[in-house]
């Protein structure tokens, strides 16, 4: 795409954080950041004060800005969403819903919208989980995000239109939004950072897939440019970069310098844990669009640190 006009809703959370810096370092691309809160920094691109499920304010945005591209991330997270399961499914798919929308009647080239882990149920299979295998999600932001997938296939055959998804595992970053089972690993980097103890809510042995966020970002990057005009394309496609235990964390944190002191206290977030899978296969987002994460553990955690 040329002269792309992008809108980010959602755009303080960490994927709009870390998009927003990759975005603006481009040419001849213009970014319009919007959210339900205000930003506490200056942000590098043009911003809107604005809810997601408000389809006038959005269109109007849409109009005036002359949009052409659509980064959906508004959400309530997985731990967040277990507390209100109803306003969970509000946000989550009724504002895909004003979205996609709003992207078929003005004709909105192409849109990102991501997808989880999540959709697993505990009936899947934890190693190496498939691209494509039954799902029965335990928890609303499971069920909010398997529903829409289901929609991204239908509103593709019926509208035609271009929805282009991932399907993250947890993500490691700097920027701690809250909200999401996977956040003991960012919360425990920044202890260690700050020489303070962590108090660690997932059990020690609790194995989970990550993926540092410019990987996240780059997969973004290249499934938004590529061709599938030669053919067929799946509508979420998994990703992963490596998969970790809070002990492991707490080990490599260790050997590289920063004796962080870890304890354990397990809540509600170990059920939602256990039941997504420990591993998932990636192989189809590897074989369609070149897929290759370049951040390991090691290389994660220390661009975290400095």
């Given at each position: 795409m040329k002269n792309k006009r992008i809108l980010i809703t959602g755009a303080l959370g960490q994927l709009g954080l870390a998009l927003i810096r990759a975005l603006s370092k481009q040419e001849n691309t213009y970014v319009l950041a919007t959210d339900i809160n205000i930003p506490k920094d200056k942000l590098s691109v043009d911003f809107e004060h604005v809810n997601a499920l408000n389809k006038n304010r959005l269109?109007?945005?849409?109009?005036?800005?002359?949009?052409?591209?659509?980064?959906?991330?508004?959400?309530?997270?997985?731990?967040?969403?277990?507390?209100?399961?109803?306003?969970?499914?509000?946000?989550?798919?009724?504002?895909?819903?004003?979205?996609?929308?709003?992207?078929?009647?003005?004709k909105?080239?192409?849109?990102?919208?991501p997808s989880s882990i999540a959709v697993y149920g505990r009936d899947k299979n934890p190693i190496n989980a498939p691209q494509q295998v039954d799902m029965n999600p335990l928890t609303i932001y499971?069920?909010?995000?398997?529903?829409?997938?289901?929609?991204?296939?239908?509103?593709?055959?019926?509208?035609?239109?271009?929805?282009?998804?991932?399907?993250?595992?947890?993500?490691?970053?700097?920027?701690?939004?809250?909200?999401?089972?996977t956040?003991?690993?960012?919360e425990m980097v920044q202890a260690a950072k700050n020489r303070i103890p962590y108090?660690?809510?997932?059990?020690?042995?609790t194995e989970l897939p990550m993926v540092y966020i410019d990987d996240v970002i780059m997969a973004m990057q290249q499934l938004m440019e590529a061709d599938f005009s030669t053919h067929q394309r799946t509508h979420s496609y998994n990703i992963m970069g490596f998969r970790l235990t809070p002990r492991k964390l707490e080990n490599q944190l260790k050997k590289m310098g920063f004796p962080v002191v870890v304890n354990y206290n397990i809540d509600y977030r170990q059920q939602i844990a256990e039941s997504w899978p420990q591993t998932i296969d990636d192989q189809l987002a590897k074989k369609d669009w070149g897929w290759t994460p370049k951040f390991d553990l090691k290389r994660s955690v220390k661009r975290m640190l400095s």
């Open positions: 269109e109007s945005l849409i109009t005036k800005y002359e949009i052409n591209c659509i980064y959906h991330f508004a959400a309530i997270l997985s731990a967040n969403g277990e507390n209100n399961p109803f306003m969970s499914w509000d946000v989550n798919v009724n504002s895909f819903q004003v979205v996609v929308s709003l992207a078929i009647k003005h909105i080239q192409r849109l990102f919208w499971g069920v909010s995000k398997l529903a829409s997938e289901k929609l991204i296939m239908y509103y593709h055959y019926k509208y035609n239109i271009d929805i282009r998804s991932l399907r993250l595992p947890g993500v490691l970053s700097s920027d701690l939004v809250g909200g999401g089972t956040d003991y690993a960012i108090t660690c809510f997932l059990a020690p042995q």
